[in-house]
């Protein structure tokens, strides 16, 4: 089993809307309402790659009711994985999203609210049930996004630790103060973007940034790249790959889908680069999925070969 | 007991951002829920009033829990009136409406979602619910705001007609086909805005197009002109009125307020003319409040004997 921990779950909402224009009145055509937050959408990815994953994180609220009505329901349709929701209940609210997408631009307009507040108590209750999760038979874990108020600035190098000392491999997909903290308690991996890396780095070329935030603690950075693909700084070596044509569509989730990529590798000991393959295969494959944070099978399935991975060097 | 009926209610949710940017992400500061919809608004007017109010119309899903929540919440905190829930249960969720608030223009961009889907099945269950309501003692009814979909385009015309039936006294705000075809069953009271008047009598001039809508069928048009103030065309005259200081503010909610003065004046008997400052001043209350659609008391007391009242002629 894969774990993935959310601790920002939300209600993600989808408004499409002829065209939007700031200070007007809008009819939603459509709305569409999912499970959301960065682990909840690796487990997806991982469900339909055929893994079985379980997911963690905060959940309260009528909004959180709603989130894993929907959770139980994707878990019904799964193909071959499974979803297993082990979210943790909390008096606060589960936050939405709203993206809006722009019919006449394509574009998506993103508005999110921050999440409910979680007390001491409850934060030391799910520290409780994250361990029994470890103790469960977790082959790895993905600790992911954004932290809710109340949570310790500390709490993604807390669960670092904790994976770190039950001998699971631990992944950690975050940014600002709570990466800077995380990387500190030595993940196997840590996986920001190019500006997520520079920002807690100081250094904007990426190869040099990621050998960076090796030495502040993570043993392997995968950094994406956007357009550019993704490179992979490990004590092995050094690689960087990408998909040999340009793609157009929806990068949300295209993060998502490759900690899925990595994690999945990591779970079957893939060497590195096929790893890193994986990763960029799934993250185009999101980007040309008509829908935002899945992946396309068929793209997967036509990209996983032609990805090029190169040794990287310093420039 | 004056009766409200809103038929596509709805959770009305406000997101204060720092500046509303298209195609960008925002963090959204603050978020506020509350009961939404014409019908529920007047009866939030009525009841600060001291008046005491049910509310009816569908409500469904996790987003009509919320909704049916936070009103018996504002029923327990109540000043000197009350409102009492008599909404009608049904299968479809209730819709949200999404207001981003600009805190550096101070705009509002609306975002409405479509109402849930009413079946022919759930709309007798109402008509039966809506004729017993009458029979309990109703002093005047209120038809507020949009149909759902799946509710016939005459249902308002169907509502009137009850009503009317019953002996009660009956105002209808809504606006195209709806509107249109409820003024052939001769409501009491329409409250068009001078857009939704000359859309449905195709005469831009509002006394005209009063007298036109008048002639369709309605005993009286109140029609509200923005910062203009109002217009009553009655069969025992015709007046206008206005505060008489230009307000600035936020408008949402001021036409439910003029709704809640008309009825407030219906049911104690006043003179026209004092139903319609009371309209006017309420509606004035409600742009200089600092919340959206709650109205300023001390603006009202203030407001209420300045209003200038002058018989109408058609120019």
């Known amino acids: 089993m894969i774990l993935t921990v959310t601790l920002n779950a939300a209600l993600d909402l989808t408004y499409r809307v002829p065209h939007l224009v700031p200070h007007a009145s809008h009819r939603v055509r459509e709305v569409t309402e999912r499970p959301g937050g960065k682990g909840l959408n690796v487990a997806r990815v991982l469900g339909a790659l055929g893994f079985r994953t379980t997911v963690t994180g905060f959940v309260g609220g009528e909004t959180g009711r709603v989130l894993r009505t929907l959770l139980a329901a994707d878990a019904a349709d799964a193909g071959p994985g499974s979803v297993t929701d082990a979210l943790f209940q909390v008096a606060g609210r589960t936050r939405r999203t709203v993206g809006i997408v722009d019919e006449t631009t394509g574009d998506t307009t993103q508005l999110n609210e921050p999440g409910p507040h979680i007390t001491p108590e409850e934060w030391d209750g799910f520290l409780t049930a ?12 993905a600790l992911c996004g954004s932290l809710p108020p109340g949570v310790p600035v500390g709490a993604y190098a807390t669960l670092v630790r904790e994976a770190r000392t039950a001998g699971i491999p631990v992944l950690l997909d975050t940014d ?30 990426p190869l040099r940034a990621a050998r960076a935030a090796q030495r502040r603690g993570a043993h392997a950075v995968a950094a994406s790249l956007g357009a550019d693909g993704m490179l992979l700084v490990t004590q092995d070596g050094a690689w960087s790959a990408a998909v040999p044509e340009r793609l157009t569509g929806n990068p949300t989730g295209a993060g998502d889908s490759a900690v899925a990529g990595l994690l999945s590798g990591l779970a079957e000991e893939l060497p590195w680069p096929d790893r890193l393959a994986r990763a960029v295969a799934l993250s185009a494959a999101t980007v040309r999925s008509p829908v935002a944070g899945e992946f396309d099978e068929p793209t997967y399935a ?13 420039p």
């Open 130 to 141: 994250y361990r029994e999760l470890l103790g469960r038979g977790a082959e790895a874990v």
């Open 176 to 205: 600002g103060e709570p990466l800077r903290r995380g990387l500190a308690a030595r993940p196997d991996i840590v996986k920001p973007n190019a500006e997520e890396l520079a920002g807690i780095t100081g250094t904007a070329e």
């Open 302 to 314: 036509r990209m996983l070969p032609s990805v090029r991975v190169r040794k990287a060097e310093t």
